[in-house]
T-cell receptor, first 112, second 111 residues
């Protein structure tokens, strides 16, 4: 099993550009989440989903959109990249309510 | 604002010693989880303790939860160099659907 796969691993964007960070899991997990990790800030929740067609906002949703059309995929869209969105982004999934999450290896994004 | 706060922010001990990390949180929770992150890697789930549990063990890990004080501790016994990593607590709220992390403790095990 591949687990949680994030692509790309590295990306450099110019201010104002848009892009989609991909996240796919092959474990049939219902719950999926996106986090960003900045130095000294730990992980902050951007958006999460409890199943196909259901998403909700986390702690820092501004500037990001998500959709969940299938159980497997949970892409994160940056609408108009800003330097403040320079960060490492992690996608995670969980099988059921109240169980641990499996994390992807992350996408390191730099906005210049 | 983040739910959990870990203490200390950094901890350095000798190999073989025990390491204790603490986590405090603000609101009622469904469960509390601990994760490890090696430098530059994704997080790995270590252990989960539910709000109605007080203590849980997994190998060299021992987790306690005090819901009256809104705090948890992670004890790693007989530390090894491979335990060097950052450790995060995360609290599950809103029916355990939402997982929010603290800022982490950076643990260094010296040989």
């Amino acid at each position: 099993n591949a687990g949680v796969t994030q692509t790309p691993k590295f990306q450099v964007l110019k201010t104002g550009q848009s892009m989609t960070l991909q996240c796919a899991q092959d474990m049939n997990h219902e719950y999926m989440s996106w986090y960003r990790q900045d130095p000294g800030m730990g992980l902050r929740l951007i958006h999460y989903s409890v199943g196909a067609g259901i998403t909700d906002q986390g702690e820092v949703p501004n500037g990001y959109n998500v959709s969940r059309s299938t159980t497997e995929d949970f892409p994160l869209r940056l609408l108009s990249a800003a330097p403040s969105q320079t960060s490492v982004y992690f996608c995670a999934s969980s099988q059921i309510r109240g169980s641990g999450y499996t994390f992807g290896s992350g996408t390191r994004l730099t906005v210049v | 604002s983040q739910q959990g706060e870990e203490d200390p922010q950094a901890l350095s001990i000798q190999e073989g010693e025990n390491a204790t990390m603490n986590c405090s949180y603000k609101t009622s929770i469904n469960n509390l989880q601990w994760y490890r992150q090696n430098s530059g890697r994704g997080l790995v789930h270590l252990i989960l303790i539910r709000s109605n549990e007080r203590e849980k063990h997994s190998g060299r890990l021992r987790v306690t939860l005090d819901t009256s004080k809104k705090s948890s501790s992670l004890l790693i016994t007989a530390s090894r160099a491979a335990d060097t990593a950052s450790y995060f607590c995360a609290t599950a709220t809103q029916g355990a659907q939402k997982l929010v992390f603290g800022q982490g403790t950076r643990l260094t095990i010296n040989p």
